[in-house]
């Protein structure tokens, strides 16, 4: 659950004054039921425990947007099936939304079995996409506007006087 405040966490304890949240990162925190009362609460446990796991990503205008679709969809598919917490029976779905300043960008959705398996669903996806893309010659783009692949981060090369 998240309370409007901005804790996080798994109720792992009720008691006549308090509730106890579990963070992810194991912390506890202490919740006076009088606040969790008044409070806004988002339950990711109800109606359902699955999550939609949306990942925004961005590529070249050069790009072919019908081979980008293919590729990152068959890496969605491959992560859903690999991932722990994932739904690998779910298709994953790609829309293109936005001509930005550097970039045409999307969002691949897909779906993980709860609130926390999510980042480990995300980070699969991500690894493999990268790969793919690199592999197949897709090409990023960064905040400055130029493609990631098309930035040299080897030094200069310097001439030395000693």
């Known amino acids: ?3 409007a405040t901005g804790e996080e966490g798994t109720v792992i304890d ?3 004054r308090s509730t106890k949240l579990r963070e992810g990162l ?3 925190i202490i919740v006076p039921n009088a606040k969790l009362a008044s409070a806004t609460v988002t339950n990711y446990d109800e109606p359902e425990r699955e999550v939609v796991v949306p990942v925004r990503l961005g590529v070249s205008y050069e ?3 019908a ?4 590729i990152t969809l068959d890496v969605a598919r491959e992560a859903l099936a ?3 917490g994932s739904l690998p029976g779910f298709v994953p779905v790609l829309r293109y939304h936005t001509f930005g300043d550097a970039s045409i ?3 691949v959705v897909l779906k993980a079995q709860s609130i926390g398996s999510q980042d480990t669903v995300k980070h699969e996806f991500i690894k493999r996409v990268h ?3 690199q592999a197949e010659g897709v090409r990023f783009r960064s905040e400055t506007g130029i493609a990631l692949h098309d930035v040299d981060l080897r030094p200069a090369s310097r001439s030395r006087n000693f």
């Open 1 to 3: 659950m998240k309370l």
């Open 14 to 16: 009720i008691t006549w």
């Open 26 to 28: 194991n912390n506890l």
């Open 63 to 65: 790009s072919d947007l």
């Open 67 to 70: 081979t980008v679709e293919r």
């Open 82 to 84: 690999a991932a722990p």
């Open 105 to 107: 960008d999307f969002t």
């Open 131 to 133: 790969a793919r893309y």
